[in-house]
């Protein structure tokens, strides 16, 4: 875990970049999706050759487990990669949009999509190189250039995403990594003209942007907190669910915004889902080696937060129902003093952190429900909407609870993976953000919808509501009014005749 900048940028010298993007830009969104593809393909092959040196630095960098680094990390980005140069232009391709009402049988409409023009990323630090990796993939394939910014305190994964990018070759100054202070770098993205921003990060750092980007009316993506719930059923099979749970709560030691954080169970089934659970807690093995499944947190300061917060909620009278051990036998060099024990929570209340904020590590809780309607309350008492999930052997059930639970992601005997599915949007309600990333919904943030309505009578000499206005004119539109929302078939009938007259107007001098 290092903090080493090569070269800081300045406010000045980031509004340079972006200025320096745009003919850059301009030239690349003239190149046919095809060839913008092609140098994409290199990146993918740069990636495919490195897969062992990327995992290495991400451990390296932000402390993960290797195979956290490899599955959540390396495999998705090679994933997304194959899969928005496989679809992205059909995703670019504009489309024709369907007639509204005969009475303007003469329209034809098409959307069409352009890229913004330089893109601004600002991405977090608990998954380095996955979630900037698939922005920076759509931004380029959309047509725009990039500025990438990575967490301050992993810049050797910046870097590795620099060396993959670069690997295509593109024009001098479509793509831009950069390195500066975090608290700098959003105010320097809005004021130094990016055309819209992506940022993942906390909350109320988003609220921060939101206000500064409202200055300039500037589009922004934000993917922010999270406090997930998953319900299990009564009819869940509990091996699959404590064992699916026990991963989307701890792995990456629980740094995972779409982690679970509170275990809603079914009070038939409470105390046998709780033995396994704690069980699987119990068992988990701290350390940074192969074998180890909790790894340290990538920073003293964020241990020290959490640690704060599951303190809270014990001095609020929760109890600790399974812990994992915290003393790694073989930490990474410079990790010893960032380990804390997976802590599973019992007797919780609403106003503890664990219920009604986001704990940002290896902390969830268990609690009963009676029926349905109580888990879906419970599961929907956060400001929070960023994913969900249901554990029950019932499709039929979970999908009529998951279509209940108000998250952006919801996923049915899982949780968390969604994130690796690049055909799938990702993105929250409420406090988790606005707008999305991945898949088609996410691939379109990239780009600016822009509608053309062409008109297949050209030869006319006006439209029925052009000037010069007359006692006509109003009587013939007040026609098409009524045919349209009279109240009964006879009036409607009625109305034709003064459309039928009105309709000639078209050929009036």
């Known amino acids: 875990m290092s903090n080493r900048y ?24 003239a190149c046919s999706f095809p060839e913008r593809a092609a140098r994409l393909r290199q990146s993918l092959k740069y990636l495919g050759s490195h897969i062992d040196e990327i995992t290495d630095t991400i451990h390296r960098e932000n402390g993960k487990l290797k195979i956290d680094a490899l599955a959540a990390e390396v495999l998705p980005a090679l994933m997304a990669a194959r899969y928005y140069i496989r679809m992205g232009r059909r995703f670019c391709k504009p489309r024709r949009i369907g007639g509204g009402s005969l009475l ?36 380029l394939l959309a047509g725009n250039a990039v500025v990438l910014k990575v967490a301050s305190n992993i810049p050797g994964v910046g870097r590795a995403l620099e060396a993959v990018f670069n690997a295509a070759e593109f024009p001098a100054g479509l793509f831009n990594y950069i390195e500066m202070p975090g608290r700098e770098a959003g105010p320097a993205f809005i004021k130094g003209g990016v055309d819209k921003l992506f940022f993942t990060g906390s909350t109320a750092t988003g609220r921060e942007l939101m206000a500064l980007a409202a200055e300039r009316l500037l589009p922004l993506v934000l993917e922010l907190g999270g406090s997930d719930a998953a319900i299990v059923c009564d009819d869940a099979d509990l091996d699959r669910a404590a064992r699916g749970l026990l991963w989307a709560g701890f792995s990456n030691a629980g740094q995972s915004c779409g982690g679970v954080q509170r275990i809603l169970v079914h009070e038939k089934i409470y105390r046998p889902f709780l033995e396994k659970l704690s069980a699987l807690i119990t068992g988990l093995k701290p350390g940074s080696g192969p074998d180890a499944d909790l790894g340290p947190m990538s920073t003293l300061r964020q241990k020290e937060a959490v640690q704060k917060q599951i303190d809270a909620c014990l001095a609020a009278g929760a109890e600790i129902a399974a812990q994992s051990g915290c003393v790694p036998e073989d930490p990474a060099p410079g990790t010893e003093g960032c380990f804390l024990p997976a802590v599973l929570l019992t007797g919780v209340t609403p106003d503890m952190p664990i219920m009604n904020a986001e704990i940002f590590g290896p902390a969830a809780a268990a609690l009963p429900f009676h029926d349905d309607e109580e888990a879906l309350r419970l599961a929907n008492a956060s400001s929070y909407g960023l994913t969900g999930s249901v554990w029950s052997r019932n499709s039929r059930r979970a999908r009529r609870l998951a279509s209940g639970i108000n998250a952006g992601a919801v996923m049915i005997n899982d949780h968390l993976m969604s994130h690796g599915l690049a055909e799938t949007p990702w ?4 406090d988790s953000g606005i707008g999305r990333t991945h898949g088609k919904l996410g691939f ?14 050209p030869f006319v000499k006006k439209d029925l509501f052009w000037h010069p206005y007359t006692e006509k004119v109003y009587r013939g539109v007040r026609a098409i009014a009524e045919l349209l929302g009279g109240r009964t078939a006879a009036s409607r009938l009625k109305a034709l005749g003064g459309v039928f007259r009105v309709f000639f107007r078209y050929w009036e001098k």
């Open 444 to 457: 379109r943030e990239m780009l600016k919808a822009q509608v053309i309505v062409d008109d297949i009578l």
């Open 6 to 29: 090569n070269k800081i940028e300045t406010a000045d010298s980031l509004a340079a970049k972006i200025a320096a993007a745009r003919p850059a830009q301009a030239a690349w969104a």
């Open 104 to 139: 303007m049988f003469n329209k034809r409409s098409r959307l069409v999509y352009k890229p913004y023009g330089v893109v601004g990323i600002i991405s977090p630090w608990n998954y380095p190189f996955a979630i900037p990796f698939s922005e920076v993939v759509m931004a």
């Open 427 to 430: 993105g929250g309600f409420g």
